[in-house]
């Protein structure tokens, strides 16, 4: 139970799915509409406990457990920490939006999609609060399927294609990740996280452990070579789609390097650090080169994802304060703004019915409100100074500067690479030579409503983020006094053969405090 | 004791149906409509079998051993009879003249299994294997106007005949070097190829006989083809009892083979080959049984898991498995039937735009698909990830990894199940609109797909019953 006695979290897991089932007594799809915009709403409300979490303690808070199934010493456990707590509420704060913007977006099997939409928002909070590796693993793969259904059935036209790439992508990543967990649970008998992050493994065992998670998270990160799923996924999906699986799924993967990798795994973390470093490297470089060429708006923003992400995992894999609080800042921002450029994309697609960015010039004349925001979350995509996206851009590159230098000058040339493709993409949008602009209309009431509340956070969080940092510094510090005083632990007991010696040139300063 | 009735009242309540049903096919022809109430009289039998669940003993020269793993087991058959029955009711490529006839053998078919639960004397588990199988053989090519369920049953009798004298053959290998066919003193014995190489071989050819009934690799040849060959419903059941009648011997048969013996190491690439092939044959398949038979090899490999570690928690998640599979397989069988108004094959294409036309119908065919992958948070995950730890404890890291990468491969099949339902156009007919699905008996399915998410999110119940009936077979072990 929880300090206050209300469940907080178990509720805000277990209501949207309840409410789902309820979507099966109505009929008319307004109030299908209507009646998943209140269930979200509530949601909201029943986040509000959440509110009294301790910012000074990184232990989890709203701890609740069960017995699950106690001949397995399996669990129902769940809890926060200052990592995972950001990412509920905007896990939370996206469902009512998302069915804002789906709102004229999605035309047929209207019931069916908001059941997809509940289950997705149930199955990722739980993802983001779950402290057993079983109810984890569950949640991680539950969600799978109705992002599939989101996917194969609203989709654009080769949704098939795309649907079986993305679900098969994805799961047969995460195959190995079972095999993990099931080492794991052998090794040391209980599937409690709070539990294992207290065992010392034996390097040989934290190598393989490492990597078959380490594929699932990075397919789902992706990182660059298990990156195609997602360019196809992003251009067939819905609207909503496209936002959850940007704001959302992406940061499964990151979130699961914090809480499994670095803390389970020290020794293969510190291992493979350099291999991590490259990928996200290459990843960042990659991911803006493609997005430089694109024609179509959300490949476009598909691959800046890419990109986007690979920042996060450069900054986890450095392993120093500010990399890693840079990263989990990324994650919430880039939940933030690229799920607001996915609904700008939707927005404009309902209008022109082409996501060209040839067909859908000349905006800065005829629609100046849509302009206003598509520039605001292209400037804050690229991490320009006052918006989100500078804070943690900065607190990455900080960090890895104080890692190596040669490592910040290799991802500078990313940066820039950003602020090329975001601003070519605004600048055609609002300048260039209008084709039918003329004839459409801003920004509706409803839009307004979904756009402004992101807006909003972009700017709080960029002018202000010390909350924000405040909640996860404890979090950080303790993930990283760990992981350096387990990762030493491994190198001074030299029970097992000594990993090679590119691991201990890689980091030269480290900085844990603030 | 030589009999005790408390002991034998599952079995005996199945004889009693046995009987009625013997009476409805030599009576009047007026007379069958009691036959509907068969599938009622069996769910009765779950909650008879239910209560049986206290009393264990020996019976019958203690070749007979009634305890928690046969009660379990009963329990599941009897569950099994039940849907299986009530899917069968009202099958299109059946004549009716033959319906009682049917009944009858499905019913006699399913005591063997429950005999072949309580059997732990080869001899005895022998002849309750037959007894199973022989009323399979009459039932499968039952499916008027198809010359393939002639090919069918052909196929099944004959290499059921070679595998049946093959386990003779064995039986007398054992029974020739050990003077003995009960299991606890077999146990005792030596099992090792330096020096009783005999009978080694013998329990391999006796293995031999349950691997066929499981539809293991090598002996799974017959399996998509009798699929193919049977009427729906006929296939319904020999996909499912069966299966649970050959794990139930090999938990208990287990407790001959020491983990250090060579014919473990062997069942663990047996399942490992099964696993593989299986999944790699049901890739291409189009026609849904032959699927559903290829996956039910590979599924096969995965029950081995547990069975080849051994120990009570891999009986018991074997035992576990048996049942989600039952349950699983059923439900998708059951999509299958309502499907197939006229009892013909159904290929994948006949699934197109079931969302439209049958939506119930789809989530259960939904649901039972994601379990047979082991996808969460169905049963089919539970039951995966108890034999997973159960094989990994025992040290088969290689077997485990094997079968994590073909729930991999098994995704894209199973996929296509849903995929074929939930995103392609359904046919329409003449005047443009949908064909809907007639659906009766939704309510079924819907309780057995209820069934298999329950059990994903709830194992704990079943689960304890499965790890008492692991311990009870754990514990024939000197």
Known sequence: MTESGFPVLSALIFFPLLAAVGLFFLRDERTVRLYTLVVGLIEMGLAAPLFRFDLSTANFQFVEIMPWVPAWNMNYHVGVDGISILMIFLTVLLLPLCVLCSWSYIGKRVKEFHFCLLLMIGACVGIFSALDFVLFYIFWEAMLIPMFLLIAVWGGPNKRYASLKFFIYTLAGSTLFLAAIVAFFVNTGTFSIPELMTHEYAFNFQFWTFLAMALAFAIKVPMFPFHTWLPAAHVEAPTAGSVLLASILLKMGTYGFLRFCLPLTPAASEYFAPLMITISIVSILYGGVIALGQKDMKKLIAYSSVAHMGFVTLGIFVFTMRGVEGAIMQMINHGITTGALFMLVGAIYERSHSREIADNMGLGKYLPAYMFFFGLFAIASFGFPGTNGFVSEALVLIGVFEANYLLGALTIPGVMLAAAYMLRLGLKLAWGQPSQAANWKDLNTREWVYLVPLAVLVLYLGLMPTLALKTINPSVVHLLNQYETRKTLHLESSLQPEPPAQVVQLPATRGTDQ | ?478
């Open chain 2, 1 to 478: 004791m030589i009999f005790q009735i408390e002991l034998f009242i599952p079995e005996l309540y199945l004889l009693a149906l046995i009987g009625g049903l013997f009476v409805l096919t030599v009576g009047p022809q007026s007379w069958w409509r009691f036959l509907r109430y068969l599938p009622l009289a069996a769910s009765v039998g779950i909650g008879v079998a239910a209560l049986s669940f206290q009393f264990s003993g020996l019976m019958f020269y203690e070749a007979y051993q009634v305890d928690a793993l046969s009660q379990f087991f009963k329990l599941a058959i009897f569950l099994g009879l039940a849907v299986t029955c009530l899917n069968a009711m009202n099958q299109p490529t059946l004549s009716d003249e033959k319906r009682p006839d049917y009944f009858l053998f499905l019913c006699l078919s399913a005591l063997g299994l429950m005999l072949l639960s309580s059997a732990v004397e080869l001899v005895t588990i022998f002849l309750a294997l037959e007894l199973a199988s022989y009323s399979l053989y009459a039932l499968i090519p039952l499916r008027s106007k198809e010359p393939a369920a002639a090919e069918a049953g052909i196929k099944y009798i004959l290499f059921g005949a070679v595998v049946t004298a093959l386990a003779m053959y064995g039986l007398s290998y054992i029974l020739g070097v050990h003077h003995t066919t009960y299991l606890s003193e077999l146990v005792t014995k030596t099992w090792s190829w330096s020096e009783t190489p005999a009978a080694l071989i013998g329990i391999a050819l006796f293995l031999g006989a349950l691997f066929y009934k499981l539809a293991l690799f090598p002996l799974h040849f017959w399996c998509p083809d009798v699929y193919e060959g049977a009427s729906n419903e006929t296939a319904a059941f020999v996909a499912t009892l069966p299966k649970l009648g050959a794990v139930v011997v090999l938990v208990r048969l287990s407790s001959l083979l020491d983990p250090s013996m060579e014919v473990t190491m062997l069942l663990a690439v047996l399942a490992a080959v099964s696993m593989t092939f299986g999944n790699l044959c049901a890739l291409v398949q189009t026609d849904l049984k032959r699927l559903l038979g290829y996956s039910s090899v590979s599924h096969a490999g995965y029950v081995m898991l547990g069975i080849v570690a051994g120990t009570p928690a891999g009986l018991s998640a074997a035992a576990f498995y048996a049942v989600v599979y039952l349950l699983m397989n059923l439900a998708c069988f059951w999509v299958i039937c309502r499907l197939s108004t006229d009892g013909r094959n159904l290929k994948l294409d006949d699934l197109n735009g079931l969302y439209q036309r049958s939506p119930g119908l789809a989530l259960v065919l939904a649901v039972s698909a994601f379990a047979l992958v082991g996808l969460p948070p169905t049963a089919g995950f539970m039951g995966k990830l108890f034999l997973l730890n159960s094989a990994w404890m025992e040290g088969y890291h290689w077997l485990v990894i094997i079968a994590v990468l073909n729930s991999a491969i098994a995704i894209y099949y199973y996929l296509n199940l849903v995929r074929h339902a939930y995103t392609r156009d359904a046919p329409v007919n003449a005047s443009g609109d949908v064909q809907a699905v007639p659906n009766p008996g939704l309510l079924w399915g819907g309780l057995l797909a209820a069934a298999v998410l329950w059990l994903g999110v709830a194992p704990g119940t079943i689960f304890s019953f499965a790890q008492i009936a692991g311990a009870a077979a754990g514990g024939l072990l000197p």
